[in-house]
């Protein structure tokens, strides 16, 4: 009765097998969350590139005006320039965006 319980060879096999499904079913338990945790990742790395438009249907129009008063002399071959006044500049900006979901085909 005792030669039979001294045998360890099936048992040790067993041992490996049950530590195998173990570690398979660990994997297979957390394989939502590495996925889930990859999505994340890309979609973080998508934000990051900006908004998406289409380079077809962009349209901007910027006039850019710049004002200032000189005064110019010219005194026996030489020439003087002095500024009267404040310089201003101002900035016109229209733009127009539209993004894919507008319409445009971007298929074959």
């Known amino acids: 009765m005792f030669k039979f ?8 096999t067993v041992e490996y097998a049950i530590l195998i499904i ?6 297979i338990s957390i394989q939502i969350y590495i996925k889930r ?3 994340g990742r890309f979609k973080d ?3 990051n590139i900006g908004e998406q438009y289409s380079t077809m249907e ?3 129009n910027k006039v850019t005006r710049t004002s ?8 026996r071959g030489v020439q003087s320039s002095t500024i009267v006044g404040n310089e201003t500049t101002n900035i016109f ?16």
Request: hydrophobic share 35%.
């Open 58 to 60: 962009t349209f901007m």
């Open 68 to 75: 200032s008063s000189t005064r110019e002399t010219f005194n």
């Open 22 to 27: 173990i570690i398979i079913g660990a994997l």
């Open 93 to 108: 900006r229209n733009q127009f965006i539209m993004n894919a979901a507008g319409g445009e085909y971007w298929g074959r």
């Open 45 to 47: 790395s998508a934000d």
């Open 5 to 12: 319980l001294k045998k360890s060879r099936g048992q040790s």
């Open 37 to 39: 945790g990859i999505q």
